[in-house]
């Protein structure tokens, strides 16, 4: 069973960067998609970034496109998300998550089965 640990979190000013870190152990991480979603309080989960096994492919939500950039090390399993331009609408708990199938990518959350415990990112204006 896969287990994902996220680290990176904090609060940064309006217009910063910030890098998250997702860790992964418990599968053949070259395998699998990871991706990035986040959470505000009472919405629902929204997705962020994806990227496939290889890294050859990556995805972006239109609220974040030009300003986030997810990578992959597939020798250390670990996904990362750099965080730049941050505004405070971007204040979230951020989840990594990955599929229970390997080879297999999506852009949102039932298809996802793995996730961690979340990283609180927050922007102050």
């Known amino acids: 069973q896969a287990q994902l640990v996220e680290s990176g979190g904090g609060l940064v000013q309006a217009g910063g960067s910030l890098n998250i870190s997702c860790a992964a152990s418990g599968l053949t991480f070259s395998e699998y998609a990871m991706a990035w979603f986040r959470r505000v309080p009472g919405k629902d989960r929204e997705f962020v970034a994806a990227i496939t096994w290889s890294g050859g492919n990556v995805y972006y939500a239109d609220s974040v496109k030009g300003r986030f950039t997810i990578s992959r090390d597939n020798s250390r399993s670990t996904v990362h998300l750099q965080m730049n331009s941050l505004k405070p609408e971007d204040t979230a708990v951020y989840y990594c998550?990955?599929?229970?199938?390997?080879?297999?990518?999506?852009?949102?959350?039932?298809?996802?089965?793995?996730w961690g415990q979340g990283t609180q990112v927050t922007v102050a204006s």
């Open positions: 998550a990955t599929p229970n199938r390997s080879y297999y990518i999506a852009l949102t959350d039932p298809h996802y089965d793995y």
